[in-house]
T-cell receptor, first 112, second 108 residues
Framework: NAGVTQTPKFQVLKTGQSMTLQCAQDMNHEYMSWYRQDPGMGLRLIHYSVGAGITDQGEVPNGYNVSRSTTEDFPLRLLSAAPSQTSVYFC???????????FGPGTRLTVL | DQQVKQNSPSLSVQEGRISILNCDYTNSMFDYFLWYKKYPAEGPTFLISISSIKDKNEDGRFTVFLNKSAKHLSLHIVPSQPGDSAVYFCAATPPIIFGKGTRLHILP
C-alpha cells in the first residue's frame, strides 16, 4: 500500500497562474479532503469529498476547485494563484465509518 | 473564533520525563477527539484518539485524558523520548477542527 500520495512535492507559481495539485489513495477510502497549513494557523479544511461525484466546501474554499471522478483521486485546482495561497497543502483520506484520517506527505506551494 | 485551542505553541521537556500537551474546545457537540503528530516535511500521522463517552485512553507511552465538564483534553507521553520531538495537533469532530499545534522539544 502506498497510502496517500501527493504530487508535486514543491511548486513555485507566479501570480495568476493555474495549476492542479494531485492526490491519490489506494486504500479504497470513501472520504478525501484537502487542508492547508500556515504558520500559527494549524490545519484548515479547504474541500472534502465523501465519495465519487460528491464534493463540499470546508472552512477556506475560496480560490480552489475540486472534483472527484474516481474513488482514488482527488485533485485540487488553483484557478488563478495568489500570494495568499502560499502554503503547505495536505491531502487526507479515511473511511466514512471512522474519524482517523491518513495524510499525504504534503505539497509546498509558493506563489510569487 | 477558535473552537479548538492549543494555548502552548511550544514545550520543552527533559528526556525520560513526562510530557503533557493540553487542548481546550468550546463546542459541546464534539464527540470524538484525536491527536496527530507531525515531523518536519512530512504529513501528520494519527497518534491516539478518545470518544466522548470515555475519560481516558491509553496506548503504550501515550495516554489521552478527557474532561468533558471543563472541555479540556490532554496528551501525556511518558517517558518522553528524543523521537517524540515533533508538532502535536489536537483535533475534534464533527466536523473535524484542528488546533494550531504545539511544538514539543525533548531535551537530552
Amino acid at each position: 500500500n502506498a497510502g496517500v500520495t501527493q504530487t508535486p512535492k514543491f511548486q513555485v507559481l507566479k501570480t495568476g497562474q493555474s495549476m492542479t495539485l494531485q492526490c491519490a489513495q489506494d486504500m479504497n477510502h470513501e472520504y478525501m479532503s484537502w487542508y492547508r497549513q500556515d504558520p500559527g494557523m494549524g490545519l484548515r479544511l479547504i474541500h472534502y469529498s465523501v465519495g465519487a461525484g460528491i464534493t463540499d466546501q470546508g472552512e477556506v474554499p475560496n480560490g480552489y476547485n475540486v472534483s472527484r471522478s474516481t474513488t482514488e483521486d482527488f485533485p485540487l485546482r488553483l484557478l488563478s494563484a495568489a500570494p495568499s495561497q502560499t502554503s503547505v497543502y495536505f491531502c487526507a483520506s479515511k473511511t466514512v465509518s471512522t474519524d482517523t484520517q491518513y495524510f499525504g506527505p504534503g505539497t509546498r506551494l509558493t506563489v510569487l | 473564533d477558535q473552537q479548538v485551542k492549543q494555548n502552548s505553541p511550544s514545550l520543552s521537556v527533559q528526556e525520560g520525563r513526562i510530557s503533557i500537551l493540553n487542548c481546550d474546545y468550546t463546542n459541546s457537540m464534539f464527540d470524538y477527539f484525536l491527536w496527530y503528530k507531525k515531523y518536519p516535511a512530512e504529513g501528520p500521522t494519527f497518534l491516539i484518539s478518545i470518544s466522548s463517552i470515555k475519560d481516558k485512553n491509553e496506548d503504550g507511552r501515550f495516554t489521552v485524558f478527557l474532561n468533558k465538564s471543563a472541555k479540556h483534553l490532554s496528551l501525556h507521553i511518558v517517558p518522553s523520548q528524543p523521537g517524540d520531538s515533533a508538532v502535536y495537533f489536537c483535533a475534534a469532530t464533527p466536523p473535524i477542527i484542528f488546533g494550531k499545534g504545539t511544538r514539543l522539544h525533548i531535551l537530552p
